[in-house]
């Protein structure tokens, strides 16, 4: 199957600071990534889809200022929680799309921990 | 709106009993019905796609089925290493849609 490689596994930032999570399909070329947020056992919630060369479409009620969603190449989206808050302590776990097919492919998830 | 109700919510088997897992789904124009197994602390590994009613995948232990409503994902002879939460998901017109998943424990 497919890899999708996610850096860094785990982050601790302090409350006001920024933080960018890197994530990249390894052996195919993604026109299409997703961002998704997962809580403690809770399933996961989409949070935006990101397009190669255009700007990002965000789920309802996710603050597209706070989440800053790049996808500058075929192979690597990133996703920066700008000044964040203890709240925005989750699991963010990015995905790409087979571009021949309908699935998707996970990444191995990001711990973000807010103090 | 596209729905996914998995059941049953935890599932504790003994080593060796199988036993089934249940996607039921509601979907405008399905494309293709997902299953994923997640561990603990890690991201979705992709188990099957069934894209037609009267589908079948194997995979080891597991089979997955798909009728126009829902899906079953059969676990036969299971081991403790089975053990992790297996999550549904159906890809409509718009967004994949997840089922809130069924958390299976095999004993051993």
């Known amino acids: 199957g497919a890899v999708v490689s996610q850096h860094p596994s785990w982050v601790i930032c302090k409350s006001g600071t920024s933080v960018k999570i890197e994530c990249r399909s390894l052996d195919f070329q993604a026109t299409t990534m997703f961002w998704y947020r997962q809580f403690p056992k809770q399933s996961l919630m989409l949070m935006a889809t990101?397009?190669?060369?255009?700007?990002?479409?965000?789920e309802q009620g996710v603050e597209k200022d706070k989440f800053l969603i790049n996808h500058a190449s075929l192979t690597l989206s990133t996703l920066t929680v700008t000044s964040a808050h203890p709240e925005d302590s989750s699991f963010y776990i990015c995905?790409?799309?087979?571009?021949?097919?309908?699935?998707?492919?996970f990444g191995p998830g990001t711990r973000l921990t807010v103090t | 709106e596209d729905q996914v109700t998995q059941s049953p919510e935890a599932l504790r088997l003994q080593e060796g009993e199988s036993s089934s897992l249940n996607c039921s789904y509601t979907?405008?124009?399905?494309?293709?019905l997902f299953w994923y197994r997640q561990d603990p602390g890690k991201g979705p590994e992709f188990l099957f796609t069934l894209y037609s009613a009267g589908e079948e995948k194997e995979k080891e232990r597991l089979k997955a089925t798909l009728t126009k409503k829902e899906s079953f994902l059969h676990i036969t002879a299971p081991k403790p290493e089975d053990s992790a939460t297996y999550l549904c998901a159906v890809k409509g017109a718009q967004k994949l849609v997840f089922g809130q998943g069924t958390r299976l424990t095999i004993n051993p």
């Open positions: 990101s397009n190669e060369g255009s700007k990002a479409t965000y």
């Open positions: 979907v405008s124009g399905l494309r293709g």
């Open positions: 995905s790409a799309r087979d571009p021949a097919a309908y699935e998707q492919y």
